[in-house]
């Protein structure tokens, strides 16, 4: 089992800045896909950022230009900068890692909590 354990969520005012962190108990992102999602109360859980095992990105549109997923493969560290937070992008923020084939896992931290005020 692999534990992941994010850190950096916390209270910013709006145009604010903060940078999460996903540290993983083994090597694991190097060969995983990393995500960061998030969940808002009272709504559905939605993908903010994915990074690929090919380094491709994909962003959701409501943080495209603001938001930025990088992965360390050393440090064994997924991360999102996130710039120019406004208070829809309040709600906790999970990472993840997936593999799919014959050794597929799916594993997610406990979430830290981001609130931007207005």
């Known amino acids: 089992q692999v534990q992941l354990v994010e850190s950096g969520g916390g209270l910013v005012q709006a145009g604010g800045s903060l940078r999460l962190s996903c540290a993983a108990s083994?090597?694991?992102?190097?060969?995983?896909?990393s995500n960061w999602y998030r969940q808002a109360p009272g709504k559905q859980r939605e993908l903010v950022a994915r990074i690929t095992v090919g380094n491709i990105i994909n962003y959701a549109d409501s943080v495209k230009g603001r938001f930025t997923i990088s992965r360390d493969n050393v440090k064994n560290t997924v991360s999102l900068q996130m710039n120019s937070l406004k208070p829809e992008d309040t709600a906790v923020y999970y990472c993840?890692?997936?593999?799919?084939?014959?050794?597929?896992?799916?594993?997610w931290g406990q979430g830290t909590q981001v609130t931007v005020s207005s």
């Open positions: 083994r090597s694991i992102f190097s060969t995983s896909v």
């Open positions: 993840n890692a997936q593999r799919r084939g014959i050794t597929s896992y799916d594993y």
